[in-house]
T-cell receptor
Framework: KAGVTQTPRYLIKTRGQQVTLSCSPI?????VSWYQQTPGQGLQFLFE???????NKGNFPGRFSGRQFSNSRSEMNVSTLELGDSALYLC???????????FGPGTRLTVL | GEDVEQSLFLSVREGDSSVINCTYT??????LYWYKQEPGAGLQLLTY?????DMKQDQRLTVLLNKKDKHLSLRIADTQTGDSAIYFC??????????FGKGTHLIIQP
C-alpha cells in the first residue's frame, strides 16, 4: 500500500500571498488530519476531515482552511501569509476504526 | 486545551537503556502513543498503549502507563545509534486530533 503523500514538498512564498497544500491519504482511509510543526510551538493540530466534513478544528485563525474531496484527498489553504506561518505542515490519515494515524513526509513552507 | 509535558533532551551511552518520561492531562484518551521523528523525516508511530493497560512490551521497547499519576514512559533497551531521533509522547486522536509533547531529543554517545 502506498503511504500518505504530500505535495509540494517545499514551498517558498512571500508575505501576503496565499498557498494551497495537498495531501493524498492511504487508500481506504477516510480521515485526514493536518498539523503544523514549528520549533517554538511544536506540533499543533489544525483540523480533521472525515468523509468531506470538517469534524474538528484546532486553535488557528480563519486564514487557515481546508477541504476534503470525495476521494478523501485533502487540501489546506493559508491566505494572507505571515512570517510566522513558516513551518512544516504534516498530513496524517487514518481508517478511523483504530485511531492510528499515518503521517506523510510534510510540506516545508517558508514565508519571506 | 490538553497538555503533554516531556523533557527536551536525553543523552545515553550506546548499549544502555533509554527511558523517556512524560506527563499528560487528557484522562479521556483511549490510546497513548509514542511517535518517532528522524532528521528530515515525517512522524512514525513507534508504539502505543491502550489506556486500560499498565505495560506493553514490543521487542526492545517497553511502555509503562500510570493512569493515576497520568505518567507515560518509553524504555528502549540496548540503545543503538539508529535510535537517535526525537520522540513524541502523544495523546488524543480521532476527530479531536493528536496532542503532542514538545519532543525529547535522544542523543546517543559512543
Amino acid at each position: 500500500k502506498a503511504g500518505v503523500t504530500q505535495t509540494p514538498r517545499y514551498l517558498i512564498k512571500t508575505r501576503g500571498q496565499q498557498v494551497t497544500l495537498s495531501c493524498s491519504p492511504i487508500s481506504g482511509h477516510r480521515s485526514v488530519s493536518w498539523y503544523q510543526q514549528t520549533p517554538g510551538q511544536g506540533l499543533q493540530f489544525l483540523f480533521e476531515y472525515f468523509s468531506e466534513t470538517q469534524r474538528n478544528k484546532g486553535n488557528f485563525p480563519g486564514r487557515f482552511s481546508g477541504r476534503q474531496f470525495s476521494n478523501s484527498r485533502s487540501e489546506m489553504n493559508v491566505s494572507t501569509l505571515e512570517l510566522g506561518d513558516s513551518a512544516l505542515y504534516l498530513c496524517a490519515s487514518s481508517s478511523d476504526d483504530f485511531n492510528e494515524q499515518f503521517f506523510g513526509p510534510g510540506t516545508r513552507l517558508t514565508v519571506l | 486545551g490538553e497538555d503533554v509535558e516531556q523533557s527536551l533532551f536525553l543523552s545515553v551511552r550506546e548499549g544502555d537503556s533509554s527511558v523517556i518520561n512524560c506527563t499528560y492531562t487528557d484522562s479521556s484518551s483511549t490510546y497513548l502513543y509514542w511517535y518517532k521523528q528522524e532528521p528530515g523525516a515525517g512522524l512514525q508511530l513507534l508504539t502505543y498503549i491502550f489506556s486500560n493497560m499498565d505495560m506493553k512490551q514490543d521487542q526492545r521497547l517497553t511502555v509503562l502507563l500510570n493512569k493515576k499519576d497520568k505518567h507515560l514512559s518509553l524504555r528502549i533497551a540496548d540503545t543503538q545509534t539508529g535510535d537517535s531521533a526525537i520522540y513524541f509522547c502523544t495523546t488524543g486522536g480521532g476527530a479531536d486530533g493528536l496532542t503532542f509533547g514538545k519532543g525529547t531529543h535522544l542523543i546517543i554517545q559512543p
